[in-house]
């Protein structure tokens, strides 16, 4: 597997000076990490231009709430681990959508039949006619 950094995950990451990783270090982090877990249907997309608050966002599912939950656990550890610090979670209570706030990369983990009702994709598509990143 390759990332869109051009990295393979036993290069994934490599730390800054300052200890903090790059959007790109980070990015690959969380996609290795989310491989690592099963998640499914991974999506990245590139929203720097659309918006200040991240510059990747990042959508995935689980099978169900006990893997969403499973994955965000997960993907905590590892972005902690990699010195991405502390990131701010919402949902992990009911684990249908768990929203994770890495700084410059936002996780959605989603269960199926919720994301499918929100569809974030296709709102954030870079634009009508194109498609997102699907992961593989």
Known sequence: MTFESGRTPESTPLQTPTGAL?????????LASLDDSKAEDIV???IAGKSSLADYMVIVSGRSHRHVGA???HLLRD???AGGGNANVEGLSTC???LIDAGDVVIHVFRPEVRGFYNLEKMWAPDEDSTPHLVV
Do not use: M
């Open 96 to 98: 249908d959508w768990v």
């Open 22 to 30: 790059e959007p790109g270090d980070l990015l690959d982090t969380v």
């Open 71 to 73: 994955i965000a656990d």
């Open 79 to 81: 972005i902690k681990t």
């Open 44 to 46: 990245s997309l590139h």
